[in-house]
């Protein structure tokens, strides 16, 4: 090459290079220009605007993730298909006779279904059950509950908790929705649910913080938890009293139980949920407790929220969105868990695989345990056993009874807490079998022919 065909190859390569560089910073302000106008205010939101289509005019990435939360999905224990648990788990029927629960029980869906799944249900269609059950399954409830109370949100609270669950859904149009996250004016989250915000000033005055108030006070991190946490709770949805979250003692297995223990509802009678139709036993029953768990779990300590795995990150573009295709996050580890776990995602499966085998074979066990001491208790009653003789034994059947329950009805299999998991069901396994031991010696004192 001569010295003029090689002054021109520079010439030219300056320009390419310039060229695609000043493409390059055209492209990178285009971007940063879409992220900072994408929300384009169509709507003017507000309170009154619950349906989460309208939300979706202003914020069409987020609202697409929500919409997805109508996919059927399938993990080795979660996901969001309905085969009924009481077929998955006949044991179930026998643990929960005489209950609504020993008609129908299904896993969970998507936020999409959760007024719909409530309507559908045979513990609605063939129970009479009261409107606190609307709380956490409808969209919206601020606004409905502001209007039913003339523009005092706990009064309202109350007044539709009293209702026929009939008659409140007449006031429910969508399921889970933005508004119950957030502030239509700034997008910040918030906590919406009465229930929520009254067990939680109750939780942290016995912490020694009064009157507190997680809108104003919580950090952002702790509202990534708190948001979810307003209805993902074990709640006492009695006919009598308003629905609350049974935390004034706290929110472990025991600091719950002893809670109602001391809990007195009709005739000043100790609270139950419901007799158990084979033995009489007075007992309780658990609702996915999946805060109070996570709680006690390992990423809770270290400050790991919910929305970190169920709502990660993706990008957009030059932007970086929060995923609110809320699902189990085993359906997305790369994005769920490898931010902070620097290994494949096979070894990450593999894990909480090993977590939540372990689980279900103590659970099998504790089951199994609690089974035998009903079945060991049909047959004493069936002879001349002073009942209070029995009522120990009760006791054993209602210990047992709520342990495997908070451990079951909680939705990550052992997962959010696996070492407290196992607690629980050791203890629980523990009890069961005292009781049968107990029943044994009394049949022995007593034979039945
Ligand atoms: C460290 C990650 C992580 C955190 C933090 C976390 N979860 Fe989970 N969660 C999981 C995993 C893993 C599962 C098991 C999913 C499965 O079995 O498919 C799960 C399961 C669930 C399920 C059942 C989902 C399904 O598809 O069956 C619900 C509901 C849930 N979590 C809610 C919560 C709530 C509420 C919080 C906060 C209080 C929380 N999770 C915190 C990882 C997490
Ligand atoms: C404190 C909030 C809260 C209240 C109050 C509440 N639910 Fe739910 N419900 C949930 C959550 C969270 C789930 C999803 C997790 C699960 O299924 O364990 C759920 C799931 C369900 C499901 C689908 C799974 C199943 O069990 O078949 C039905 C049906 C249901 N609830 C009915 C009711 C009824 C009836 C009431 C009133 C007695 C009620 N809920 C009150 C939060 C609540
Ligand atoms: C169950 C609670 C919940 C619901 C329901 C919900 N969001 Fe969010 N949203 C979150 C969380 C958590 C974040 C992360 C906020 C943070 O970390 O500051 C978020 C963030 C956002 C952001 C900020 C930008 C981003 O993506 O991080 C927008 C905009 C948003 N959501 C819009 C919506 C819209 C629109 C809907 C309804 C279609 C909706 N959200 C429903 C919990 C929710
Ligand atoms: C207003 C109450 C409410 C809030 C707030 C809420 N949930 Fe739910 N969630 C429900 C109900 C009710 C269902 C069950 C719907 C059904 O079965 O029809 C559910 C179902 C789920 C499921 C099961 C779906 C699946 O595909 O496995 C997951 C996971 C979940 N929620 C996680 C979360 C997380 C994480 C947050 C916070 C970011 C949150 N939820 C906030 C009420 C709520
Ligand atoms: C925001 C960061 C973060 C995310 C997201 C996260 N983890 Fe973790 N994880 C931690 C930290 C911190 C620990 C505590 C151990 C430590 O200090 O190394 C931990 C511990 C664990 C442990 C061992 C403790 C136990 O409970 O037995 C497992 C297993 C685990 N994580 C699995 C997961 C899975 C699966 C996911 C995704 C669903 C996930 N993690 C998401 C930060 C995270």
Redesign the pocket.
């Known amino acids: 090459m001569d010295k003029i065909s090689s002054y021109v190859a520079v010439i030219v390569l300056t320009a390419l290079l310039t060229g695609a560089l000043v493409a390059f910073l055209l492209n990178i302000r285009e971007r940063k220009e879409e992220s900072k106008y994408r929300n384009v205010n169509v709507a003017q939101l507000n309170e009154e605007i619950t349906d989460p289509a309208v939300w979706g005019h202003n914020f069409p990435r987020e609202y697409d993730g929500y919409k997805k939360t109508s996919i059927s999905t399938h993990?080795?224990?979660?996901?969001?298909e309905g085969i009924s648990k009481l077929d998955t788990d006949p044991r179930l029927k026998t643990i929960f006779a005489g209950y609504a629960f020993s008609v129908a029980y299904n896993p969970?869906r998507g936020h999409y279904y959760s007024l719909i799944d409530q309507k559908e249900t045979l513990r609605t269609k063939k129970f009479k059950q009261v409107g606190s059950c609307l709380q956490c399954h409808a969209g919206g409830l601020r606004n409905i509950y502001e209007k039913a109370g003339h523009g005092d949100m706990m009064a309202g609270f109350e007044k539709v908790c009293a209702m026929p669950l009939k008659d409140a859904w007449q006031y429910a149009q969508h399921p889970v929705a933005c508004v119950d996250c957030h502030d239509p004016k700034t997008m910040d989250l918030r906590v919406t649910r009465p229930a929520f915000l009254i067990g939680i000033k109750k939780l942290k005055e016995k912490e020694g913080l009064k009157d507190y108030d997680p809108n104003t006070m919580a950090s952002r991190q702790e509202m990534r938890?708190f948001v979810?946490?307003q209805c993902?709770v074990t709640y006492y949805c009695g006919s009598k009293e308003k629905l609350f979250y049974p935390w004034g003692n706290g929110i472990k297995v025991e600091q719950i139980e002893d809670f109602y223990d001391n809990f007195k509802f009709k005739d000043d009678h100790r609270f139950y949920d419901w007799k158990h139709e084979i033995t009489g036993a007075e007992v309780i029953k658990a609702k996915h407790p999946?805060?109070e768990m996570?709680s006690q779990g390992v990423?809770s300590k270290s400050g790991?929220?919910?929305a970190?795995?169920?709502m990660p990150y993706m990008r957009e573009g030059a932007t970086k969105i929060t995923d609110h295709y809320i699902?189990?996050?085993?359906l997305n580890v790369s994005r769920a868990c490898l931010q902070c776990h620097h290994f494949t995602e096979e070894e990450m499966l593999g894990r909480?695989k090993t977590i939540?085998d372990i689980n279900r074979k103590l659970l099998d066990r504790a089951e199994d345990a609690l089974v035998a001491l009903i079945n060991k208790l049909a047959e004493a009653k069936k002879g001349k056993i002073p009942e209070e003789e029995l009522i120990p034994i009760y006791e054993f059947q209602r210990k047992a009874q709520w342990r495997i329950d908070f451990v079951n009805a909680e939705?990550?299999?052992g997962?959010?807490a696996p070492q407290e998991a196992a607690r629980i069901l050791g203890e629980a396994i523990d009890y069961a079998r005292q009781g049968e031991v107990q029943a044994e010696g009394l049949l022995a004192k007593h034979p039945v022919n």
């Open positions: 993990t080795n224990y979660g996901g969001s969970r938890t979810c946490a993902h999946e805060f996570w990423h790991v929220a919910c970190d795995c169920h699902r189990s996050p085993l909480v939540q939705n990550s299999m997962f959010h």
